[in-house]
């Protein structure tokens, strides 16, 4: 199936900035627009955590830890969301999952990109 494709990860230098990318290419309009999409994050030995959601409606959350240096967003029109990433930290290293629920609670999860932040 796999309806969802993250990209963008990379090897970056502390204090840099990276953008990843979250599309949908093959799911339906219907299914992405009111959707709530989710980027989540799982560093060896932590458990996966919450970094940022967006709303049909644009309502953002971000977790503490990543407030003011990330921003998410998303581009209904190209079936997209993104993850602005800046001021990196080592502690930012981790595989980056996004994950697309629609109304009904139907979720899709992509396969993960990684992000290394050097120090």
């Known amino acids: 199936q796999l309806q969802v494709t993250e990209s963008g990860g990379g090897l970056v230098q502390a204090g840099g900035s990276l953008t990843l990318s979250c599309k949908a290419n093959?799911?339906?309009?219907?299914?992405?627009?009111?959707?709530?999409v989710t980027w989540y994050r799982q560093a060896p030995g932590l458990e996966r955590e919450l970094v940022a959601s967006?709303?049909?409606?644009?309502?953002?959350n971000y977790a503490d830890s990543v407030k003011g240096r990330f921003i998410i967003s998303r581009d209904n029109a190209r079936k997209m969301a993104r993850l602005q990433m800046s001021d990196l930290k080592p502690e930012d290293t981790a595989v980056y999952y996004c994950?697309?629920?629609?109304?009904?609670?139907?979720?899709?999860w992509g396969q993960g990109t990684q992000v290394t932040v050097a120090s």
């Open positions: 967006i709303t049909s409606g644009h309502t953002t």
């Open positions: 093959r799911m339906i309009t219907s299914t992405f627009n009111p959707s709530t």
């Open positions: 994950n697309i629920v629609g109304l009904r609670g139907l979720d899709y």
